[in-house]
């Protein structure tokens, strides 16, 4: 069984600073690409940023600047560290994964979180 968990979402204040974490836990073998996508209401869920096992990355046009995503391999995390807020960048954010596990062969697939709020508004 894994499971990705994001937290740190929340209110804040455009310009303002959030910093969110996404911890992947089971019986994990590794982990490939992990990334950040968000879902506004009434628009469709988008990428927001990628990141490679080795750390290259992939951004969103629109976060450009703004957001950085990172990983600690040990741990199984991803941050989105996320500057300067703007109220288009509220929405659910969730985070992805291609996690592989093995049993008799290894086997990977895509795995998602719960989805965690932010809130930007004054």
């Known amino acids: 069984q894994v499971q990705l968990v994001e937290s740190g979402g929340g209110l804040v204040q455009p310009g303002g600073s959030l910093r969110l974490s996404c911890a992947a836990s089971?019986?994990?073998?590794?982990?490939?690409?992990m990334g950040w996508y968000r879902q506004a209401p009434g628009k469709q869920r988008e990428l927001v940023a990628s990141i490679t096992r080795d750390g290259r990355t992939n951004y969103a046009d629109s976060v450009k600047g703004r957001l950085t995503i990172s990983r600690d391999n040990a741990k199984n995390t991803a941050y989105l560290q996320m500057n300067s807020l703007k109220p288009e960048d509220a929405a659910v954010y969730y985070c992805s994964a291609r996690i592989g596990i093995r049993s008799n062969v290894l086997v990977y697939r895509d795995y998602w979180g719960q989805g965690t709020q932010v809130t930007v508004s004054s």
């Open positions: 089971g019986s994990i073998f590794s982990i490939n690409d």
